[in-house]
Nanobody, 123 residues
Framework: VQLQASGGGLVQPGGSLRLSCAAS????????MGWFRQAPGKEREFVAG????????DYADSVKGRATISRDNAKNTVYLQMNSLKPEDSAVYLC?????????????????WGQGTQVTVSS
């Protein structure tokens, strides 16, 4: 099963992007999903997570109020809407599937990873 992230790009500060993560099957419909990001020279960090049914959501403090995670299990897709983007949001954004049904900020809970999509926030 593959996870494919898309939707990244170059955006000006204050702009918005909607990232998508498509799974190649319904394999993860009962798993929590998460978005992480990794900037050059920095550790991978949690951005947002969503439970299997969308009923439980968690955000990193750095994106609270600016990010919205959602999922459409019928389309096997998870989304991350990012608004009011800042240069420090620049990173490769990766989606991951958790081993459990409810989101966690711990990377160790996510054994399944897709390739990332680059987000660059710059004027």
């Amino acid at each position: 099963v593959q996870l494919q992230a898309s939707g990244g790009g170059l955006v000006q500060p204050g702009g918005s992007l909607r990232l998508s993560c498509a799974a190649s099957s319904r394999r993860f419909s009962n798993n929590a999903m998460g978005w992480f990001r990794q900037a050059p020279g920095k550790e991978r960090e949690f951005v947002a997570g969503i439970s299997w049914n969308g009923g439980s959501i968690d955000y990193a403090d750095s994106v609270k109020g600016r990010a919205t995670i959602s999922r459409d299990n019928a389309k096997n897709t998870v989304y991350l809407q990012m608004n009011s983007l800042k240069p420090e949001d620049s990173a490769v954004y990766l989606c991951a599937a958790s081993r459990v049904s409810y989101p966690s900020q711990a990377i160790q809970q996510y054994p399944y990873w897709g390739q990332g999509t680059q987000v660059t926030v710059s004027s």
